[in-house]
């Protein structure tokens, strides 16, 4: 491995030679060997350990290795110890993000202060199929299916033709010693389940997996620039931009065959979900639109326009993520509960969580409006109707709110829930959603 590797360098990365690099060592095999190899061809290395406080005494039993790792190979070591949970909670994000958020901060300071080229982390060819798997399995564009990129700016992946088994090997005939983290066992998460169950039975299937892999990826970064260069001339003569508000010509885009290919090779850095929606919006009625958590696709006449949501702008907010909450127009605070409970008020509804998409949309409700009221059987109702059943006055129409998802209606606040979204003896997380009464 450490020849192949040399040649690698030699071949793909040969800019890192003579730089100064800080790599990053959690402790695990694989940024252990990665060290151990870039200390055995000679480069010019030092360590970054992060000790996020999630695991108690092994996470202290990480750093304690790394620590005697540094010291036993003459390099130079940064350590630190974040607050990991009160940043979730100050934060208002998972663990997961706080961790990727620190822990980048950081070794952006690191390599700021002591002049580093480059930051190395130990992904490799496995990390990269299991993205690519996970990004699959959600649905994405051919952008989703690149797995992890060489190079990000100053962030370097060496590692990256290699897989697991070759990692392992490696350690095992030199007799390396590296820490396990316990949470890599569960099969909580998806990454995990796709690394203990799908990737070894198609390394079985196909021995030679990592180059074929490898050699796929090349072909979709191919592919990905030829589509880059075609949507930019078609995107030349269709679309007209005036600050951050962008206008498309619907007559010159339906013109292309392959016009949804462009569309979502524009749009999809905006957030945008509902691709069916966006794409039945060149032949929808004038004033239709689409939501992204930060932008609108608005169907005017003769054009789609895209320009950013302003908070209150046309009676839309939204909510990021579980952890946010609104307080305007209306205060809704969300919390994932493990019951529902037996007496319930109209300011309180309970749903699927697996059945909601962020970010949730707080609106005014607008001409076309439908839904699956609650307790009518599956039946799709206007949201208009409904508020005439109702014998809401003028006054108390415009002053209801909906709660969207994407373009499905969650809930008309403080009057009825969508029937689509219920809790059932199927749900396995339970969502509360509560609107505070003044």
């Known amino acids: 491995?450490?020849?192949?590797?040399?040649?690698?360098?030699?071949?793909?990365?040969?800019?890192?030679?003579?730089?100064?690099?800080?790599?990053?060592?959690?402790?695990?095999?694989?940024?252990?060997?990665?060290?151990?190899?870039?200390?055995?061809?000679?480069?010019?290395?030092?360590?970054?350990?992060?000790?996020?406080?999630?695991?108690?005494?092994?996470?202290?039993?990480?750093?304690?290795?790394?620590?005697?790792?540094?010291?036993?190979?003459?390099?130079?070591?940064?350590?630190?110890?974040?607050?990991?949970?009160?940043?979730?909670?100050?934060?208002?994000?998972?663990?997961?993000?706080?961790?990727?958020?620190?822990?980048?901060?950081?070794?952006?300071?690191?390599?700021?202060?002591?002049?580093?080229?480059?930051?190395?982390?130990?992904?490799?060819?496995?990390?990269?199929?299991?993205?690519?798997?996970?990004?699959?399995?959600?649905?994405?564009?051919?952008?989703?299916?690149?797995?992890?990129?060489?190079?990000?700016?100053?962030?370097?992946?060496?590692?990256?033709?290699?897989?697991?088994?070759?990692?392992?090997?490696?350690?095992?005939?030199?007799?390396?010693?590296?820490?396990e983290d316990s949470s890599n066992a569960s099969d909580k998460y998806l990454r995990n389940k796709l690394r203990h169950h799908v990737l070894p039975l198609l390394k079985e299937l196909n021995p030679s997996f990592a180059q074929s892999f490898n050699q796929t990826i090349e072909n979709l970064r191919q592919s990905q620039s030829l589509v880059a260069d075609a949507s930019a001339l078609v995107f030349e003569n269709v679309a007209e931009i005036n600050g951050q508000v962008v206008k498309f010509n619907i007559a010159k885009l339906l013109k292309y065959k392959n016009y949804k290919a462009y569309l979502y090779q524009w749009l999809n850095e905006y957030g945008f979900t509902s691709w069916e929606d966006i794409y039945s919006l060149a032949e929808a009625q004038p004033g239709k639109y689409v939501l992204s958590g930060t932008h609108r696709l608005l169907k005017d006449r003769e054009v789609l326009i895209l320009e950013p949501i302003k908070i209150g702008a046309d009676g839309i907010y939204t909510i990021g993520n579980i952890f946010e909450k609104t307080t305007l127009p209306i205060e809704l605070k969300l919390d994932l509960v493990q019951y529902m409970e037996q007496k319930t008020a109209k300011n309180v509804i309970f749903v699927d969580n697996e059945l909601i998409k962020f970010p949730l949309f707080v609106r005014r409700w607008k001409e076309g409006d439908d839904f699956y009221p609650m307790g009518m059987n599956g039946l799709r109702k206007k949201v208009s109707k409904f508020f005439k059943d109702e014998k809401m006055s003028l006054t108390e129409k415009e002053n209801t709110w909906l709660l969207s998802t994407e373009n499905e209606i969650v809930w008309i606040v403080g009057h009825r829930a969508d029937n689509r979204f219920r809790v059932t003896t199927q749900t396995t997380q339970i969502l509360k959603i509560e609107v505070k009464q003044e």
Not at 23 to 44: E, N, P, Q, R, T
Not at 83 to 97: D, F, H, P, R
Request: with cysteine; hydrophobic share 40%; charged share 25%.
């Open 1 to 179: 491995m450490l020849q192949r590797l040399k040649q690698h360098l030699d071949t793909g990365l040969p800019f890192l030679e003579g730089k100064q690099l800080l790599i990053a060592v959690s402790g695990g095999i694989d940024s252990v060997v990665l060290v151990l190899l870039f200390k055995k061809l000679g480069y010019s290395i030092s360590i970054a350990h992060c000790n996020f406080g999630l695991r108690g005494e092994e996470s202290n039993g990480d750093e304690k290795f790394v620590r005697k790792l540094a010291s036993d190979l003459s390099i130079h070591i940064f350590v630190k110890n974040f607050e990991t949970k009160s940043y979730t909670e100050s934060n208002k994000v998972s663990i997961q993000i706080a961790a990727r958020e620190l822990r980048y901060s950081w070794f952006n300071e690191l390599i700021a202060e002591n002049q580093f080229d480059y930051l190395l982390t130990a992904h490799h060819a496995d990390d990269s199929a299991e993205t690519f798997l996970i990004n699959f399995t959600r649905g994405t564009g051919l952008e989703g299916l690149l797995g992890i990129p060489q190079q990000n700016g100053n962030i370097v992946r060496p590692l990256l033709p290699f897989i697991r088994d070759d990692i392992e090997a490696f350690a095992k005939e030199n007799n390396i010693e590296w820490r």
